[in-house]
């Protein structure tokens, strides 16, 4: 399934230079993404991008593919309580470093309502201080990791149907010469339906369609992948967010009461 960096930098140019694989790729594909025309980039894929311990380690590790890093987001999607990386965006974790005996010490922090939340698009979700959801996270991912570019698929996705199973063969497909996708695909918990139906699937009809793997590199290492830590925040954040958002929330109240 996974390519090794250092393969995956030496193939993605020589892949790249090869016009008429990339016009095989658009023909399958139907439509390159604007951000993938130019160069290759480096890609992590998520709903929404924030800056989590992923993000960080997807912008050191873009850095040493020598790649651009982009987040291309999926902001159409809905947001759901039952998803546990969709959970996470709504009620953050940070961490204090290691508790001794018992374990990482934590905080969390919750930044949206579920109950009005809950199966609406990311893009009508609000925090409770009433800021876009979608927005609040962005300003954090700019403010921490400015050198992350996000670049919303929602369209992209939507006409190839907006299903998992019809859209992601099509989207491994942009990485077999467009760039680099980095991702861990987990075969064990919550994700290992997902993985098994729509992501293997997927990458063999590529494969077959092409000859070719997709470059897809372990977004953290294997033996760590399944670790919460990954979708945890830095500590310094959470100050500057309570007293943000306990200041912007008395704000919403009072314009609400008026």
């Not at 902001?75 to 018992?102: A, I, Q, R, Y």
């Not at 309502?113 to 009508?124: A, V």
């Not at 467009?178 to 064990?188: A, K, Q, S």
């Not at 897809?216 to 100050?239: A, K």
Request: hydrophobic share 40%; charged share 30%; with cysteine.
């Amino acid at each position: 399934m996974y390519v090794l960096l250092e393969e995956a930098k030496r193939i993605v140019w020589r892949r790249w230079r090869d016009t008429a694989l990339r016009q095989e790729v658009k023909d399958y594909a139907g439509e390159i993404p604007e951000f993938l025309r130019h160069e290759p980039r480096a890609v992590l894929a998520r709903h929404v991008a924030t800056p989590n311990f992923e993000f960080t380690r997807f912008d050191e590790t873009a850095k040493k593919a020598g790649l651009t890093a982009y987040c291309c987001g999926y902001v159409g999607d809905k947001f759901c309580t039952k998803n546990p990386d969709k959970l996470l965006l709504g009620k953050m974790t940070f961490s204090h470093g290691k508790g001794g005996k018992s374990g990482d010490s934590i905080t969390c922090c919750k930044v949206m309502n579920f109950n009005r939340g809950d199966g609406k698009p990311f893009t009508d979700v609000r925090t409770l201080w009433e800021e876009g959801l979608v927005d609040f996270h962005h300003r954090l991912l700019a403010a921490e990791l400015p050198d992350i570019v996000i670049a919303d698929i929602t369209e992209w996705i939507n006409k190839r149907g907006g299903k998992p199973a019809l859209f992601w063969p099509r989207l491994l497909a942009l990485f077999v010469c467009h760039g680099i996708l980095f991702d861990n695909f987990h075969t064990e918990g919550h994700e290992e339906e997902f993985t098994k139906e729509i992501i293997q699937p997927a990458l063999e009809k590529v494969k077959k369609r092409f000859g070719l793997k997709p470059l897809v590199v372990p977004m953290v290492p294997l033996e760590e992948e399944r670790e919460p830590y990954w979708s945890w925040y830095p500590e310094h954040l959470e100050q500057a967010l309570r007293a943000e958002s306990e200041q912007q929330v008395r704000a919403a109240i009072v314009c609400r009461h008026r």
